[in-house]
């Protein structure tokens, strides 16, 4: 057996094609490690949203070089690859920096690894693919998952048509492209067969989704979720990331709907201010977002938001600001992510005048990571007392414990869960901790062993 370790930056459509390298390569005898030190092949999945992603790369780039460096003094190799949005956007770049680099992959040509490998191992050099093939990635990838634990996630739809103008995307992942109907449908049987009882479908414009239905029309993400939702076994489901612009109303209805949809939705506005989200081409204004939310919750009264946010974007004004902390009052968020304006290669943000300097964009992220913090806290300490469904993923830190997810996304720790790994319990929520909450199960008691049976009875 050979030692594959991959590491993974980014969003979750990383996660996603991470296990299907791991799925790939399987076959030609690489099994996952969890550190990369003894590796026979390593691959960095990588992130180029901010600089900090991009530059986070490099500098592991240089920790891998030493230990490759240690392992072919002793006699043995090791196989550095780069795959994700860096290597789809520097390409030969990066061999240029760092030379213990073997092969370069973008998102649309990894399943040409195991081709690739074959080429650098018969020692005619580096290989470098960063084209968009003809071919459907996902045709070519392996038909077998090796494993699925109670959570997983789903690509339905690849890419973005919408050319925000401080965003890679559309650059690194290429057009929008949707999978159909039954390609999904087999991989999520697949899935719940491997052990998941939720799945997260994945895409960068998800509610975009236009693959080909059974008709062979195209269908939408709202018809997708309600077929996927007749999986017996298939408890559970999410998907990520939306934009506003499509969330049509067929879409809303199904959060009213569905039963097995989670109540949650993460739906970016990035800012407040009409001015500044026409410069960042959102296609759409402050108002249009509320009205939206507004028929969200119509929809599903309990509906949790998140959002991301963009502070400091290029000709941000203190007036364009307060406009962010004004909507992010409006609409009172469950969870949000927020960060600096960091302006990339090739988009047109970059070249705007008005920067704004870096300090400025530290004191907005402050101002506003303090309001977003609040209401979290706030929609945490509102479950308090609750019951709610939760889905156990994980051992907890202590002994018999279980880690699960609220039908909201919030981690619960319970403690005599630790062999429900997988299953659904209710759990009455007892205390909020800062970044999760902590519950004892609220069903009716577990039958209980006949030896303690009739030691409670005396
Ligand atoms: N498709 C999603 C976003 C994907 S990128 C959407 O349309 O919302 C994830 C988040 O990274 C974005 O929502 C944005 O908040 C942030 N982001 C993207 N480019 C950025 C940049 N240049 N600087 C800072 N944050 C950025
Ligand atoms: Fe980037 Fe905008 Fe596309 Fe989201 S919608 S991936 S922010 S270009
Ligand atoms: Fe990053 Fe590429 Fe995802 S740039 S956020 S890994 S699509």
Do not use: W
Request: aromatic content about 6%.
């Amino acid at each position: 057996m050979k030692k594959l370790f991959i590491k993974t930056y980014g969003c979750q459509m990383n996660v996603y094609d991470s296990a299907r390298m791991a799925d790939l390569l399987a076959p030609l005898g690489y099994a996952p490690v969890q550190e990369p030190d003894d590796a026979d092949m390593v691959i960095l999945n990588t992130c180029h949203i901010r600089e900090k992603a991009a530059e986070k790369v490099y500098s592991e780039l240089g920790r891998l070089r030493r230990m490759k460096e240690r392992k072919t003094q002793s006699g043995g190799s090791m196989l550095i690859a780069v795959a994700g949005c860096v290597a789809q956007a520097e390409g030969a770049e990066i061999v240029a920096r760092q030379s213990a680099v073997d092969i370069v992959v973008g998102p649309q040509s990894y399943q040409r690894l195991p081709e690739m490998i074959a080429r650098v191992s018969r020692g005619t050099g580096r290989a470098l693919e960063t084209d968009f093939p003809a071919e459907d990635k996902f045709d070519s990838l392996p038909e077998e998952l090796s494993s699925s634990g109670p959570t997983a996630f789903l690509t339905v739809q690849e890419g973005c048509d919408k050319f925000c103008t401080f965003c890679v995307v559309p650059y690194t992942r290429g057009a929008e492209f949707s999978r159909s109907v039954a390609q999904i449908e087999t991989e999520a049987r697949k899935l719940v067969a491997k052990g998941a009882r939720e799945i997260t479908l994945l895409g960068q414009n998800v509610n975009a989704y236009r693959g080909a239905g059974e008709d062979g029309e195209p269908s939408s993400l709202a018809k997708l979720i309600r077929h996927l939702a007749n999986i017996d076994g298939l408890e559970r489901l999410r998907f990520t990331t939306s934009h506003p612009r499509d969330m049509d109303d067929d879409l809303i209805a199904v959060h009213g709907e569905v039963e097995k949809l989670m109540p949650y939705l993460h739906l970016p506005v990035q800012c407040g201010s009409d001015r500044i989200l026409a410069a960042m081409n959102r296609q759409h204004k402050a108002g249009d977002y509320l009205k939206l939310v507004e028929r969200i919750r119509d929809a599903r009264t309990d509906i949790a938001l998140s959002s991301d946010f963009i502070v400091g974007f290029p000709g941000e004004s203190d007036k364009d600001f307060e406009a962010t902390l004004s909507l992010v009052r409006d609409v009172g968020y469950a969870q949000a992510f927020s960060f600096k304006y960091s302006p990339r290669p090739g988009t047109p943000a970059s070249t705007a005048a008005k920067q704004i300097p870096d300090e400025v964009k530290v004191a907005r992220l402050a101002a506003l990571q303090g309001l977003l913090t609040a209401q979290q806290k706030a929609f945490n300490q509102s479950c308090e007392g609750r019951s709610m469904a939760v889905l156990f993923e994980k051992a907890g830190r202590k002994a018999g414990q279980a880690v699960g997810r609220s039908p909201y996304l919030q981690p619960v720790h319970v403690d005599g869960a630790g062999d429900l790994i997988g299953e659904i319990r209710h759990v009455r929520i007892e205390s909020v901790l800062p970044n999760s909450l902590k519950g004892v199960f609220a069903d009716p008691p577990r039958v209980l062993e006949p030896a303690t049976q009739s030691m409670a009875a005396q």
